[in-house]
């Protein structure tokens, strides 16, 4: 079945300094989504990127789409406290069903202050 | 305007009793997904659900595990006869179409 990796499974940083976790499916994805789950909380719907080579800003946040629609990455740079968190990747199940996301195991960020 | 809504939020069980936990969707939203998350793990998808129907549940526990969302009232996923190995967080998500689906903050169930 359809696998999600990403790496690193842990990063801690410097409050400052850039961070980037990259996200890799076994299979063509149609779309892949991204989410962030604070240490006790709930996932949290970034973005969704669609079109191959897509790059998407969120302020401080880069999320990109891999040309052939298997790996994506987002890079955060200068890091707080608060970004603190789980990231997550996801992409659509079996058919292309969005509900039947398979998720990646993430990376859990950490920052000193 | 309520995000989805989930209770318990924290559930301690022991071996052999039933679990059950509740999700009222999103206001306007007919689609209800679980997911299970094991410590340090990414959400693994269970099932979906709109009123009175399921439409997928492919990531269900053969047994002891069932799911319902009915006509009146909160969907409800029940897990009979627990084991510490259902001991997880359970997360709730709806949509109002198949799009991407907004998470409720899940009950915390621990088997003890």
């Known amino acids: 079945g359809q696998q999600v990796m990403q790496i690193p499974q842990y990063q801690h940083v410097q409050e400052g300094e850039d961070f980037t976790t990259y996200c890799n499916s076994s299979?063509?994805?149609?779309?892949i989504q991204w989410y962030k789950q604070r240490p006790g909380g709930h996932p949290v719907f970034l973005i969704q990127?669609?079109?191959?080579?897509e790059v998407k800003k969120q302020k401080r946040l880069t999320f990109q789409f891999g040309e052939a629609k298997k790996n994506s990455s987002l890079h955060i740079t200068a890091t707080q406290t608060t970004d603190v968190g789980t990231y997550f990747c996801?992409?659509?199940?079996?058919?292309?069903?969005?509900?039947?996301?398979?998720f990646g195991k993430g990376t859990l960020l950490t920052v000193n202050p | 305007n309520a995000g989805v809504m989930q209770n318990p939020r924290h559930l301690v069980r022991r071996r052999g009793q039933e679990a059950r936990l509740r999700c009222s969707p999103m206001?306007?939203?007919?689609?209800v997904y679980w997911y299970r998350q094991l410590p340090e793990e990414g959400l693994k998808f269970m099932v979906y659900?709109?009123?009175?129907?399921?439409?997928?549940e492919s990531g269900m526990p053969k047994e002891r595990f069932s799911a319902e969302f009915p006509k009146e009232g909160p969907s409800i996923l029940r897990i009979q006869q627990v084991v510490r190995g259902d001991s997880a967080a359970y997360f709730c998500?709806?949509?109002?179409?198949?799009?991407?689906?907004?998470f409720g903050s899940g009950t915390r169930l621990t088997v003890v």
């Open positions: 990127l669609v079109k191959s080579g």
């Open positions: 659900l709109q009123k009175e129907n399921i439409i997928d």
């Open positions: 299979t063509t994805l149609s779309n």
């Open positions: 206001k306007g939203h007919s689609h």
């Open positions: 998500a709806s949509s109002p179409s198949t799009g991407s689906p907004t």
């Open positions: 996801a992409g659509p199940g079996s058919g292309g069903s969005n509900y039947k996301l398979t």
